[in-house]
């Protein structure tokens, strides 16, 4: 009984020995890029962007499992599960947690919203990042929420008094003064990048040649598309630009009016900074489209 179990401790200790071994050559072959090497020993890997495999060989946990597999525990949460096929007396890992690594915005963005699934393994949740369609719907869902913070706050526009214009008979000018303000009445900066504003301009051409009748024509329209810049918290940004009215004789505009549209898209900073996460948000989005 004895010599049995003596026998069992050293068969155990060799395996542990030629996991580690694996985790060593795995490693080497990250560093190095080795796809061949990695793609053997890590079929699955092609799914990753990235691989955090970074390690010290002599802080890993290794356990075996019930049905003949090796547990490996890294840290943080990592772990990899790995199966040897005994026909080519070789090892692979079949399932791995905290490996697939990804962008330190986009992770956190994940984990806060429930996009990112810690009881999934790696191939489960790199298949839910890929519906990135989901940063969209987020992006949506966040700026209908701020657009009561975020919005155009005030137009105005000043039309100067006509001055003539030498050598062109009696025609006049004036110039035409508009001004557009947006307010941000969250917490934080908005980046430029982060909205545009169209900008409707409408008014009405009118004629009088008997000086008795006066015929107004149908109204015109142009629209103006107005660059976002940055505004500071609980801060407003000012666009003001002017446009030359040009009076002839008998024909002249008025009624000028200005309508504007503000289009607001956040970017992954502003979502991280100005929105209260629950971590529902992506089951939410799933519900929503019926996934």
């Known amino acids: 009984m004895l010599l049995m179990l003596a026998l069992h401790g050293f068969s155990a200790c060799n395996n542990y020995s030629e ?40 802080d890993i946990h290794i356990e075996k499992l019930e049905n003949g ?51 999934l393994n790696d191939v489960q949740n790199a298949a839910r990042l890929s519906d990135t369609l989901f940063i969209t719907w987020m992006k949506d869902k966040v700026a209908e929420e701020l657009k009561t913070l975020v919005k155009v706050s005030k137009t105005s526009i000043v039309k100067g008094e006509p001055r003539h214009m030498e050598g062109l008979g009696t025609t006049d000018e004036a110039i035409i ?5 947006v307010s941000n009445e969250t917490d934080m900066d908005i980046s430029g990048n982060d909205y545009s504003i169209l900008a409707k301009i409408t008014w009405v051409a009118c ?13 015109e329209s142009e629209n103006k ?33 200005i309508s504007c549209t503000l289009n607001y898209t956040p970017s992954m900073d502003t979502m991280m900074s100005a929105y209260h996460f629950t971590g529902k948000e992506h089951a939410e989005y799933l519900n929503a489209h019926n996934k």
């Open 207 to 219: 004629e009088n040649y008997t000086y008795i009748n006066k015929v107004i024509r149908e109204p």
């Open 225 to 257: 598309t107005l660059s976002g810049k940055p505004i500071p918290a609980k801060g407003t940004a000012t666009y003001t630009w002017e446009e030359q009215d040009i009076i002839m004789a008998h024909i002249w505009n008025e009624d000028y009016a």
């Open 69 to 119: 597999n090796y547990l490996v525990v890294l840290d943080d949460g990592r772990d990899i599960t790995i199966s040897k096929n005994e026909t080519e007396n070789s090892l692979s890992i079949i399932e791995s947690h905290g490996v697939f690594a990804y962008p330190k915005d986009k992770i956190v963005f994940a984990q806060n919203t429930g996009w990112y699934d810690k009881a």
């Open 177 to 181: 003064t508009y001004t557009v303000v």
């Open 19 to 58: 996991v580690k071994s694996f985790m060593t050559e795995l490693s080497a072959a990250v560093s190095a890029h080795d796809t061949t090497a990695i793609s053997k020993m890590f079929p699955e890997a092609w799914k990753a962007d990235s691989l955090s495999l970074s390690f010290d060989i002599d």
